[in-house]
């Protein structure tokens, strides 16, 4: 169990020694989340500043950024800086991205929208969970939102706020976890040991998820409500098993190619239900 264990590691991991004063921030958040909130830097557009709602809200992220430092599939951080006007508070510095791959698939023309293109997205973020794995780091929030592109597109990784290090290669973790929807199954088995998550299931059914979301996200039922997305996903995944064929999710199954969709999400669903692991998902796709 990880119990007490990111308070233990905070007080160990190094900062680096400069002043927020070299990153002054815009008057208000472009971007906000449940632990901090995202600001522009005044004096470098190509930059962000990111800042604790909370003291400590950031710790254990600013930790998990210098575990993956060396990872170039990673948003790059820049500085994570002490402010010396609050009590453990961390602020980190980071490299400003284009869009998000939420904002990047709905504006997606439909040329581009291809079975093709959906699964090397797919699968480029599988390599990238794979990679982090082995640095020993569960995300514990993949979404569309938590993957970014670059102007040259290439896909990076953000967002580790609820992320743990597995220092120890243990299997649970205590919660929260944000894996959406949480499934019954998995609620079901943490609340047998005292809200502790399987890490392994929850990254799994994270990206089962992601895969389903790929590829109906541009479809107008679930663009309405973006935060309420996750439920109708969920509804639709079931029944899309059950019954491929069903005529409310027949348009996007003739725009995309049926049977190889089907194929493609037979194949995810593998890995949504802890069937089989990311690198064997990696090696289907390829």
Not at 42 to 52: G, L, R, S, Y
Not at 191 to 202: H, L
Not at 249 to 255: G, T, V
Request: charged residues 30%; neutral net charge.
């Amino acid at each position: 169990m990880l119990s007490n264990k990111r308070q233990k590691i905070n007080n160990d991991y190094p900062i680096d020694e400069y002043s927020i004063d070299d990153y002054p921030i815009d008057d208000y958040p472009i971007d906000e989340g449940m632990y901090s909130y995202i600001y522009n830097c005044k004096i470098n557009k190509n930059i962000v500043i990111k800042i604790p709602k909370k003291e400590k809200d950031l710790n254990n992220e600013a930790l998990i950024y210098n575990k993956l430092k060396d990872l170039d599939c990673v948003i790059k951080v820049h500085a994570i800086i002490y402010d010396m006007n609050k009590i453990n508070c961390i602020k980190i510095i980071m490299e400003k991205a284009i869009y998000n791959l939420f904002d990047y698939i709905r504006n997606l023309s439909d040329e581009k929208h291809t079975l093709k293109n959906i699964i090397e997205i797919y699968k480029k973020v599988c390599i990238i969970i794979n990679k982090i794995h082995k640095k020993k780091v569960w995300h514990l929030d993949i979404k569309l939102d938590n993957i970014l592109v670059t102007k040259n597109n290439e896909l990076l990784i953000c967002d580790f706020g609820n992320s743990e290090y597995n220092y120890k290669n243990e299997k649970f973790c205590q919660g929260p976890i944000f894996c959406k929807p949480i499934p019954r199954h998995i609620l079901a088995k943490a609340e047998d040991k005292n809200n502790s998550f399987d890490m392994f299931e929850c990254e799994h059914w994270s990206l089962g998820i992601f895969a389903f979301e790929l590829v109906f996200l541009k479809e107008n039922i679930i663009l309405k409500e973006k935060y309420k997305s996750y439920n109708i996903l969920y509804n639709w995944w079931n029944n899309f098993i059950e019954n491929p064929h069903h005529n409310y999710i027949k348009p996007p199954l003739n725009e995309l190619g049926q049977d190889e969709l089907l194929d493609f999400l037979k194949i995810t669903n593998n890995i949504l239900e802890n069937k089989t692991n990311i690198e064997n998902i990696i090696e289907k796709l390829s």
